[in-house]
């Protein structure tokens, strides 16, 4: 199992100047790479394999830096190259642009060469890092290795990842279980007919955001006026970034620890963006981010995540008397049925969710049974 911790690390002049010169090196290594590539296919039709060390006799500076950072931009572009041979949809590996206001390089633990102690990050080339580490590590861990990143607003992260051998705890027997239902307005609404909503801040804190977008619009391109006002952007985005985040984990974790089984419905976020009913803040309603982190949490816990296909009528479906209304609209927010059931639409669907979700929990552990 892999565990990610990300802490904020402070590095100094000299480190900060090496952190830019690996991002520069890595992207420059990884376009480089690509090029060559991608004029060797159209050519000959055929893979190029490329490695770093090709170029360090011709740029003798990329042997400044970390030399794994350059590996593992090699692997990452093999990546981006797998992923597109396996859903084209994901699109062709892009060139990397140094505009890219998020910067980031990842690095292996070799022979103790990366090691967190006494508030110091040792990471090669660049020595003892200070850290500020907000949490312990799992002491199983064993670390493999560390990305560097900075972000928009200046400021800088470690991620570092752990392997541990901790078997999980199989929990067996479900004793409490609960419905999701995806809420554009409130991320969700569960199936006892709680409301999942962003909290004061949050909403305030993107109200100040549109407002310094829009003085910033104002701006004249290019001035000193412009790139302050820029930063200033940059900084409140990182801040509702790390908010919608940390809402999202508190989330997750309460219905991890109360809960045994949680049954959502399975969307695909890219076609319901593409919907306009929905439009754009589906991204921004971090529904994505939530199941994910829940299915992480859920897993580790020994517990289980269901998804539920994307057909099932849990919105048309009425849950007491198991009848479907056709005529259902979007914008009705209350189911009424013929049998006298009045809820709000989300609770309802939340409740269908979490039945159908059971409903195929019980089968797959018949299942299981069958086959042991
Ligand atoms: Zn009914």
Request: contains cysteine.
């Amino acid at each position: 199992m892999n565990i990610v911790y990300r802490f904020r690390i402070y590095p100094n002049k000299t480190q900060k100047e090496l952190f830019a010169r690996t991002f520069g090196c890595v992207r420059f290594v990884y376009n480089r790479m690509l090029a060559e590539k991608k004029e060797y296919y159209e050519k000959t039709g055929k893979t190029l394999q490329v490695t770093p060390a090709k170029y360090k006799p011709e740029f003798p500076w990329l042997k400044e830096v970390d030399s794994l950072a350059l590996c593992n931009a090699q692997l990452h572009l093999q990546t981006a190259y797998k992923n597109f041979f396996r859903d084209a949809s994901v699109g062709f590996p892009r060139f990397k642009s140094k505009k890219n206001p998020v910067k980031s390089y990842t690095t292996n633990c070799v022979n103790g060469n990366i090691s967190l102690q006494n508030g110091k990050l040792k990471l090669p080339k660049a020595g003892l890092v200070r850290v500020k580490q907000h949490r312990t590590i799992n002491e199983s861990g064993q670390l493999k290795g560390a990305t560097i990143s900075q972000e928009a607003d200046g400021r800088y992260y470690v991620s570092l990842l752990y392997c541990c051998e901790e078997p999980i705890p199989k929990n067996q027997t479900v004793k409490t279980v609960l419905g999701l239902d995806f809420s554009m307005k409130e991320l969700y609404v569960d199936s006892n007919g709680y409301h999942a909503d962003y909290p004061r801040f949050f909403r305030k804190a993107q109200k100040k955001l549109a407002r310094e977008q829009r003085r910033l619009s104002h701006c004249e391109k290019g001035s000193n006026r412009y790139k302050k006002q820029q930063k200033k952007v940059a900084r409140i985005h990182t801040h509702i970034a790390h908010q919608r985040k940390d809402f999202l984990h508190k989330e997750s974790r309460k219905i991890t620890n109360f809960y045994d089984l949680v049954c959502i419905e399975s969307l695909n976020m890219k076609e319901m963006s593409q919907d306009s009913r929905f439009g754009k803040s589906v991204h921004d309603n971090g529904w994505g981010m939530f199941t994910n982190y829940l299915s992480y949490k859920l897993e580790r816990a020994g517990k289980k995540l269901i998804r539920i296909d994307p057909w099932y009528p849990s919105s048309k479906r009425c849950s007491c008397c198991g009848k479907i209304r056709k005529d259902l609209k979007l914008d009705d927010r209350i189911y009424d049925c013929e049998c006298g059931n009045r809820m709000s639409r989300d609770e309802n669907a939340a409740v269908n969710i979490c039945r159908e979700g059971l409903r195929m929990a019980g089968n797959e552990m018949d299942a299981e049974r069958k086959i042991s």
